[in-house]
């Protein structure tokens, strides 16, 4: 290395010497920077104080109150109610994971007082979910509840915007009505008469004079069809029109506009005519 230096550098001895030093302490510098990491071992009970900021607004965001809008009461037995079901009843995820762990420890809820006794549930929050707790064997219980149904029966459910929780208060209303009722709607496009309600599958005049006068719709929710403009298959959707009457629907629309008027003539049913007029627009 010296005769190189020597020959091709023209260096002296003590510049070469120099050089050599230097060139063997960058060298080894950095080899420790490669291998001393190495050689760390992660303590696993280091504690992160500080955290980024935007981790510690995730933590508040997860302890805020339910919003108001996403809050649904019900009905519902604390021996028995479901995390999800606790956090539609307005818990916060923490209060319902304590609601739960207080709960497997062999807690029973005997009277309506006792949700009290759970760390967490706040008088405010007790005083909103007190009409809808339900025990089984709890006279008092069984009487508000009943109470609070001929309450809510008194003012008449509107269909076009009711949800599955609104629709099982209804006498008589289980899971698999509450389903079909909401499915025809979405396929409907939304009721127009409360009459429509046999058109659901199951639905006998029994169970419609029991729900009638309990129920009501807002016609102007309807999602109508756009009968000149939109496609085949939008049509078609619709309970009803036919495949064989979308058809000369838009045989029609190759010929002229559909109007109210000519609409009449494409059908040539009045009974149908009258139940498909509310679904349809012209423009």
């Known amino acids: 290395m ?37 050689t760390i071992k992660p303590d696993k009970d280091i504690i992160l104080l500080n955290l980024p900021l935007y981790e510690r607004m995730l933590d508040e965001k997860s302890d805020e109150e339910t919003p108001e809008s996403s809050i649904k009461l019900f009905f519902f037995n604390p021996n028995t109610v479901s995390y999800e079901q606790l956090l539609q009843l307005g818990f916060k995820e923490k209060n319902a994971q304590t609601f739960l762990k207080y709960r497997s420890k062999g807690a029973t809820f005997k009277q309506k007082t006792d949700l009290q006794k759970v760390y967490g549930i706040s008088p405010e929050l007790y005083e909103k979910l007190e009409p809808y707790i339900l025990i089984p064997n709890d006279k008092k219980s069984s009487e508000d509840s009943k109470q609070i149904a001929v309450q809510r029966q008194q003012k008449k459910l509107e269909l076009n915007s009711a949800d599955s929780l609104q629709l099982l208060e209804l006498k008589g209303i ?14 409907l496009g939304g009721y127009v008469s409360v009459e429509q309600l046999k058109e659901v599958y199951g639905f006998d005049e029994e169970l419609f004079e029991r729900v009638k006068p309990y129920v009501e719709v807002n016609a102007s929710l309807v999602k109508k069809i756009k009968i000149n403009s939109d496609d085949f298959k939008t049509v078609n959707k619709h309970p009803y029109i036919s495949y064989e009457l979308c058809k000369i629907i838009f045989d029609w629309r190759r010929k002229t506009v559909i109007t109210e008027t000519n609409l009449k003539d494409i059908l040539n049913d009045e009974v149908l005519y009258n139940k498909l007029l509310p679904y349809l627009a012209f423009e």
Do not use: C, D, H, M
């Open 2 to 38: 010296n005769r190189f230096l020597q020959n091709y550098f023209g260096f002296n001895r003590e510049q070469r010497n120099g050089l050599l030093v230097l060139l063997f302490v960058s060298f080894t510098l950095l080899v420790i920077r490669a291998v001393y990491p190495l």
């Open 174 to 187: 289980g899971p698999s009505f509450t389903k079909r009722i909401l499915k025809y709607r979405s396929i």
